[in-house]
C-alpha cells in the first residue's frame, strides 16, 4: 500500500495531499473508458485479433478487413496480458462514450486535477492516433509529472508547473522484437 507523506516541507508547502477516494475512482475509470475508446479507434470492428509467438512470447495483432486493393495489413497490439485480452474481448461491445467521458474529466478537473494543455494534448492525441505508445514510447517528464497526480490518488504539489516541450522514451526492443514500427516519422507526426 502506496502511503502519502502529507507534512509541509521546509519552504511551508504541503508536498501532496490525499485525493477523495470517489475522485482517485473516477480518475480509473476515465483510464479505463479512454483505454477501450483507444481500442476501438485504433482498430476497426471489420478486422480481427489475432496472436503469434516470438521468441518463446505471444503477443496480439490485429488484422485488418482488406482495403482498396484488396490487401490486409497486420498490426500489433501489445504483448498477451490478462488486461489486453480483456479489452479486446469487449471491443466489439464497446461503444464511443465521449460524453461520459467529457463528464469524468470535467469532475476531475473540479477536484484540482490537471489535465495537459491543449497544446500538449493536441500532440498526444496525434502520437497515439501514429501509434507511437502501441509500440511501448512513454511520457516523461513535466506532463507525466501532472498525470502521477490521478494514478496516485493525491494532488502534488506544483502541479501547476508548466514547461514548454514534451518528453518521450521509447524501449527500441520492443519495436525491433515484435517487427513493427510507426509508419510516419516522429518529426512529421
Same mark, same amino acid.
Given at each position: 500500500?502506496?502511503? !502519502?507523506?502529507?507534512n509541509?516541507?521546509? +519552504?511551508?508547502?504541503?508536498?501532496?495531499?490525499?485525493?477523495? @477516494?470517489?475522485?482517485?475512482?473516477?480518475?480509473? &475509470?476515465?483510464?479505463?473508458?479512454?483505454?477501450?475508446?483507444?481500442?476501438?479507434?485504433?482498430?476497426p470492428?471489420?478486422?480481427?485479433?489475432?496472436?503469434? +509467438?516470438?521468441?518463446?512470447?505471444?503477443?496480439?495483432y490485429?488484422?485488418? /478487413?482488406?482495403?482498396e486493393?484488396?490487401?490486409?495489413?497486420?498490426?500489433?497490439v501489445?504483448?498477451?496480458?490478462? &488486461?489486453?485480452?480483456?479489452? !479486446?474481448? &469487449?471491443?466489439?461491445?464497446?461503444? %464511443?462514450?465521449?460524453?461520459?467521458?467529457?463528464?469524468?474529466? +470535467? +469532475?476531475?478537473?473540479r477536484?484540482?486535477?490537471?489535465?495537459?494543455?491543449?497544446? /500538449?494534448?493536441?500532440?498526444?492525441? %496525434?502520437?497515439a492516433?501514429?501509434?507511437?505508445?502501441?509500440?511501448?514510447?512513454?511520457?516523461?517528464?513535466?506532463? /507525466?509529472?501532472?498525470?502521477?497526480?490521478?494514478?496516485?490518488?493525491?494532488? @502534488?504539489?506544483?502541479?501547476?508547473?508548466?514547461t514548454?516541450?514534451?518528453d518521450?522514451?521509447?524501449?527500441?526492443?520492443?519495436?525491433?522484437?515484435?517487427?513493427d514500427?510507426?509508419?510516419?516519422?516522429?518529426v512529421?507526426?
Open positions: 500500500m502506496l502511503k !502519502i507523506n502529507c509541509l516541507s521546509p +519552504t511551508g508547502f504541503i508536498v501532496a495531499q490525499r485525493l477523495p @477516494l470517489p475522485i482517485h475512482t473516477l480518475y480509473a &475509470e476515465l483510464v479505463e473508458r479512454c483505454a477501450l475508446d483507444r481500442l476501438v479507434s485504433d482498430f470492428v471489420g478486422g480481427n485479433f489475432f496472436t503469434k +509467438t516470438n521468441r518463446g512470447r505471444t503477443y496480439w490485429f488484422r485488418e /478487413a482488406a482495403g486493393n484488396g490487401k490486409r495489413h497486420d498490426r500489433y501489445g504483448p498477451d496480458t490478462a &488486461e489486453l485480452l480483456h479489452h !479486446i474481448q &469487449e471491443h466489439h461491445q464497446a461503444k %464511443a462514450s465521449y460524453r461520459e467521458r467529457r463528464t469524468l474529466v +470535467t +469532475t476531475l478537473q477536484a484540482g486535477l490537471r489535465p495537459p494543455d491543449t497544446r /500538449a494534448g493536441k500532440v498526444l492525441e %496525434a502520437l492516433d501514429a501509434g507511437v505508445f502501441r509500440l511501448r514510447a512513454v511520457v516523461v517528464g513535466t506532463i /507525466a509529472y501532472q498525470a502521477y497526480a490521478g494514478l496516485l490518488g493525491v494532488l @502534488l504539489a506544483n502541479r501547476n508547473v508548466m514548454g516541450d514534451l518521450l522514451a521509447q524501449f527500441q526492443s520492443v519495436s525491433i522484437a515484435v517487427d514500427r510507426g509508419e510516419t516519422p516522429l512529421e507526426i
